[in-house]
């Protein structure tokens, strides 16, 4: 079983990715970080954010983790893992995400840690979609792009 982290991007990151790509939320804001994900073939890590206020009418298109509400979310809005923004990452260019306090971090938390196999398999699902319609899933990030500017960031670290 994968450990469950939340993470944030590093900022010169994120910021790349905003850059590029309308679709990257604006928001520094938390993900949970999935380690070995196969995208085109090869296992990659991902950083997925976690989103307070989703239009629960969204929910139906299988894009999303529903998760209890936070004290952040809305009425008539759900909290939610959403697969579509989903970012290729590396462990080097995140952070520790810090809940604001313990009631929060277990309502996320727990949750997740008790479905991470189901939400390991919906987002391979998504990315198995993703690459299957050539990135075609409308307010996705586009992830061969992410990922060749992750791919740029290897070059310079080197």
Same mark, same amino acid.
């Given at each position: 079983?994968?450990?469950?982290?939340?993470?944030?991007?590093?900022?010169?990151?994120?910021?790349q990715?905003?850059?590029?790509?309308?679709?990257?939320?604006?928001?520094?804001?938390?993900?949970?970080?999935?380690?070995?994900?196969?995208?085109?073939?090869?296992?990659?890590?991902?950083?997925?954010?976690?989103?307070?206020?989703?239009n629960?009418?969204?929910?139906?298109?299988?894009?999303?983790?529903?998760?209890?509400?936070?004290?952040?979310?809305?009425?008539?809005?759900?909290?939610?893992?959403?697969?579509?923004k989903?970012?290729?990452? #590396? @462990?080097?260019?995140?952070?520790?995400?810090?809940?604001? +306090?313990?009631?929060?971090? *277990? /309502?996320? %938390?727990?949750?997740?840690?008790?479905?991470?196999n189901?939400?390991?398999?919906?987002?391979?699902?998504?990315?198995?979609?993703? #690459? @299957?319609?050539?990135?075609?899933?409308?307010?996705?990030? +586009?992830?061969?792009?992410? *990922? /060749?500017? %992750?791919?740029?960031?290897?070059?310079?670290?080197?």
């Amino acid at each position: 079983m994968q450990k469950v982290r939340f993470v944030f991007l590093d900022t010169e990151l994120a910021d790349q990715y905003r850059s590029v790509n309308r679709e990257v939320l604006l928001k520094q804001r938390p993900c949970l970080f999935m380690a070995k994900l196969r995208y085109r073939g090869i296992f990659q890590d991902f950083a997925i954010p976690l989103r307070s206020n989703v239009n629960p009418n969204s929910l139906a298109q299988g894009y999303f983790y529903e998760l209890p509400p936070r004290v952040s979310t809305q009425l008539n809005k759900v909290h939610a893992l959403d697969f579509r923004k989903m970012m290729p990452v #590396e @462990r080097r260019f995140t952070r520790p995400f810090q809940f604001y +306090n313990q009631e929060d971090r *277990l /309502s996320t %938390l727990v949750p997740i840690q008790k479905n991470i196999n189901q939400i390991m398999n919906e987002c391979q699902n998504y990315l198995d979609e993703y #690459e @299957r319609v050539q990135g075609k899933i409308l307010y996705s990030t +586009n992830i061969d792009l992410l *990922l /060749s500017i %992750l791919q740029k960031q290897d070059v310079e670290f080197v």
